[in-house]
T-cell receptor
Framework: ETGVTQSPTHLIKTRGQQVTLRCSSQ?????VSWYQQALGQGPQFIFQ???????GRGNFPPRFSGLQFPNYSSELNVNALELDDSALYLC??????????????FGPGTRLTVL | AQRVTQPEKLLSVFKGAPVELKCNYS??????LFWYVQYSRQRLQLLLR??SRESIKGFTADLNKGETSFHLKKPFAQEEDSAMYYC???????????FGKGTHLIIQP
């Protein structure tokens, strides 16, 4: 059983650019969530995907978008990057069952720096 | 709006001393509460969740709905407990986790 993986590890972009971050879910998981963690803060929920559909979203603007693929891997896309988007982006996968959501397993994160 | 507050940014205790990491929350319904831990150079991982009512690595946490608290406790701290601890809440449905800002726990020898 492999854990959650994310790529790339680090990324540097300039303001106004677009970025795509990738996540590979843990084997057997059907749900992926993305979080933004600014320095000195706790992770903040961006959105969640279940069976390739976004089914939950935090307080983030539409320029944050995502995809989940049939193999349950996922992408986070951010358009028109702003300096405040500099953060650690965490992906978490879980197995959602009819009885409720199970434990979320986190990836190591992608460190995005916007200059 | 739901919120999680961890009042202590840093907590330093001596090995063998009791530890209590505070967590207070605000939520209008019945939330699910969690404690996550991040050891140095490791990823965030679940320590315990209130519905399990377990003791993990000697840690326990009791949900007090009256005081809207979910404090994490351990009677005798060990050096390997040094880590960043995050309290988190989930409301329901497809809600993601709402995290506090975290408490950095340092266990001194």
């Amino acid at each position: 059983e492999t854990g959650v993986t994310q790529s790339p590890t680090h990324l540097i972009k300039t303001r106004g650019q677009q970025v795509t971050l990738r996540c590979s879910s843990q084997s057997g998981h059907n749900t992926v969530s993305w979080y933004q963690q600014a320095l000195g803060q706790g992770p903040q929920f961006i959105f969640q995907y279940y069976r390739e559909e976004e089914n939950g979203r935090g307080n983030f603007p539409p320029r944050f978008s995502g995809l989940q693929f049939p193999n349950y891997s996922s992408e986070l896309n951010v358009n028109a990057l702003e300096l405040d988007d500099s953060a650690l982006y965490l992906c978490a996968s879980s197995l959602d069952l009819a009885g409720g959501t199970q434990e979320q397993f986190f990836g190591p994160g992608t460190r995005l720096t916007v200059l | 709006a739901q919120r999680v507050t961890q009042p202590e940014k840093l907590l330093s205790v001596f090995k063998g001393a009791p530890v209590e990491l505070k967590c207070n929350y605000s939520y209008s319904g019945s939330p699910e509460l969690f404690w996550y831990v991040q050891y140095s150079r490791q990823r965030l991982q679940l320590l315990l969740r209130h519905i399990s009512r377990e003791s993990i690595k000697g840690f326990t946490a009791d949900l007090n709905k009256g005081e809207t608290s979910f404090h994490l406790k351990k009677p005798f701290a060990q050096e390997e407990d040094s880590a960043m601890y995050y309290c988190a809440l989930r409301g329901g449905g497809a809600d993601g986790l709402t995290f506090g800002k975290g408490t950095h726990l340092i266990i001194q020898p």
